[in-house]
């Protein structure tokens, strides 16, 4: 069993930055892939990105070349780092562990957390 908390969400302009953080609990935590999905009101959950144990990352197309996901194994944590933000970025934010070989599907992930509001005003 993992338990993730998201956190580092809030109001920004457009145009600006935000940095989530994911802390995960467990001793197992670098045996893990990791995603960020978000999900808008009215829409269905979207993949963000992903990371693999070894660092490999995978981008949704809407945000390539302005998020960046991270981990840091040693403090059990994921990171997005969001640039450049756009009103339709505005979602909730989840990250999830992967255990499926399709990393941008939701059904390969486990584990959610409970998300995190990120609001971008234009």
């Known amino acids: 069993q993992v338990q993730l908390v998201e956190s580092g969400g809030g109001l920004v302009q457009a145009g600006g930055s935000l940095r989530l953080h994911c802390a995960a609990s467990?001793?197992?935590?670098?045996?893990?892939?990791m995603g960020w999905f978000r999900q808008a009101p009215g829409k269905e959950r979207e993949f963000v990105a992903r990371i693999s144990r070894s660092g490999s990352t995978y981008y949704g197309d809407s945000v390539k070349g302005r998020f960046t996901i991270s981990r840091d194994n040693a403090k059990n944590t994921v990171y997005l780092q969001m640039n450049s933000l756009k009103p339709e970025d505005t979602a909730v934010y989840y990250c999830?562990?992967?255990?499926?070989?399709?990393?941008?599907?939701?059904?390969?992930?486990?584990?959610w957390g409970q998300g995190t509001q990120v609001t971008v005003s234009s």
């Open positions: 467990g001793r197992t935590f670098s045996s893990y892939a």
């Open positions: 999830a562990v992967n255990n499926g070989i399709h990393y941008s599907t939701a059904a390969s992930y486990v584990y």
